[in-house]
């Protein structure tokens, strides 16, 4: 069985760990058009849940895994230079590019071929074989290779965000709202190392415009976040990796896959970095492939009707939870009108799925100050 991988990151590296694992003779190739080293943005977040089945469905790589990781209980929503703790909601981060490091070393000593700056301008560019996996990311060159059998539909949001690092440190997984003449911000910022955070800046698009970020360069634009957030960097700067101003597009396909070809992660859709879940699902989607080829050996098209029988009906729910949080952010100016509890409350229960009841139950404290400013109110 011969199975070509298209991208290295953490979809593609997993998939290609446990499948050679799993098939030792099996061929396992990975195709990968940037350097090993170079990676975008800076770092990535785990939910405990997400963490949970990475420990129950392939246990030796969470034990290896869970000694990089930076971690904390709680999460913080910062509004009016107000803290409001969340209790039980806890999180976990990593750098991109020493979790995909960490995958890289794992795939070379299972036996898996990897091979660097190697573009493919067309699927005939790939060696003959059973099955090619398109991991190449949102904007994924296999889906556009068979883009009218896959189709994908794309919703792009109207904020706009830069993913940016910083010296400063933080205590947890952090929201923290500003307001200035040009109008609303808000970071999501949460540390991935020892050293080094996250810090990604987004605002509406009006607020955008005002405040020059359409035609400010790269340095300017980095200054004028810092002038933003100067209360929460403590006089650290803020640093670039292709850190542009983008939008984010929330993507789905109706087919996922096309004859032996198949998507996963972010290629397959992509999840609003707001509920941390990208790599998470990648991370599934790749278990699921791998399981999917235990139940049906090498018949591939037994594999790839198990694979989504298994994971569509859960990949739609989180992508429709995912899609009520992107659209949260997208009426961020009517947010900022909002109390700090009353923000932190409206932004917990923002996707619909988590409950008075639930909200009780994993975060006693946090629901015992909502209900308390509530009976206040009445």
């Known amino acids: 069985m011969r199975i070509n991988i298209v991208g290295a990151g953490p979809a593609g590296l997993l ?11 099996w061929r396992v190739q990975v195709f990968e058009q940037n350097p090993w080293d170079a990676t975008f943005g800076f770092g990535v977040v785990f939910s405990q849940g997400a963490l949970a089945f990475l420990e129950r469905d392939v246990p030796d790589l969470h034990k290896q895994l869970a000694v990089r990781l930076e971690s904390w209980p709680m999460q913080r929503i910062v509004h009016r230079d107000e803290q409001v703790d969340i209790d039980g909601n806890g999180f976990s981060a990593i750098g991109r590019l020493e979790l995909n490091q960490f995958l890289q070393e794992l795939c ?13 301008a067309s699927l005939d560019d790939l060696p003959s074989c059973d099955l090619v996996v398109g991991a190449d990311g949102a904007n994924s060159f296999v889906r556009r290779a068979l883009e009218s059998e896959f189709e994908p539909r794309v919703e792009w949001l109207t904020n706009r965000f830069a993913w940016y690092g910083t010296r400063q440190l933080f205590e947890c997984l952090t929201l923290t709202f500003r307001a200035n003449e040009h109008g609303s911000f808000v970071a999501h910022h949460y540390r991935h190392s020892p050293s ?6 987004e605002c509406d698009e009006a607020t955008w415009r005002r405040a020059g970020l359409d035609r400010r360069s790269d340095e300017e634009s980095r200054a004028y976040c810092e002038g933003v957030f100067a209360p929460d960097l403590n006089r650290h700067s803020l640093v670039s990796n292709k850190s542009i101003w983008r939008q984010f597009p ?19 859709r992509t999840m609003h970095f707001s509920i941390g879940s990208g790599t998470r699902l990648a ?36 992508h429709a939870a995912a899609n009520a949080s992107s659209y949260w952010y997208e009426r961020l100016p009517e947010k900022m009108a909002l109390e700090p509890w009353q923000l932190a409350y409206d932004y917990m229960t923002r996707s619909g799925r988590m409950t008075d009841e639930r909200l009780r139950e994993l975060s006693p404290k946090f629901m015992a100050r909502v209900e308390a400013e509530q009976n206040k109110a009445e």
């Open 15 to 25: 998939f290609s760990l446990l499948i050679k694992r799993r098939f030792p003779a």
């Open 250 to 268: 929330l993507l789905a396909n109706g087919r996922w896959s096309v004859g032996n070809v198949i998507l996963i992660g972010d290629a397959l």
């Open 108 to 120: 070379l000593g299972a036996g898996v071929g990897t091979e660097y700056e190697r573009a493919i």
């Open 196 to 201: 080094m955070s996250t810090f990604v800046v």
């Open 283 to 318: 991370f599934e989607d790749a278990i699921a492939l791998d399981r999917a080829f235990g139940e049906a050996g090498e018949d591939v098209p037994r594999m790839l009707a198990a694979f989504e029988r298994e994971r569509r009906p859960i990949v739609e729910k989180l």
